[in-house]
């Protein structure tokens, strides 16, 4: 049992001491997004070289050759395996 209306407002003081700041939160909120974007840049810096290559089908259910050079940024979309190839080849000897 409180003595006093002081013991009450010194419990209450301490409560809200013990509390973290809002300035500490938001600190710690930005720390983590700047966390995570350093991680992405990282992922991006550090991805593999290797092409990648998948299908699609156009309007006409034709199999289209998706190909992606991630060191250059290029894409292309072939009619066939030999262009596949060709675009394949040709990246291997412009590197």
């Known amino acids: ?10 419990e209450e003081l301490e409560r809200i001491f013990h509390q973290q700041p809002k300035s500490t939160v938001n600190k710690l909120a ?12 990282i992922a991006s810096l550090t991805k593999a070289p290797e092409p ?3 299908t699609v089908k156009d309007s006409f259910g034709k199999t289209l050759w998706c190909v992606y050079d991630p060191i250059t940024d290029q894409s292309a979309r072939l009619a066939s395996e030999t262009e596949v190839r060709i675009w394949l080849e040709g990246r291997y000897y412009t590197m």
Do not use: P
Request: charged share 25%; aromatic share 8%; net charge positive.
């Open 52 to 54: 990648r290559i998948g």
């Open 30 to 41: 930005f720390a983590s997004k700047i966390s995570r974007l350093l991680q992405q840049i």
């Open 1 to 10: 049992m409180h003595n006093s209306i002081y013991d009450l407002k010194r």
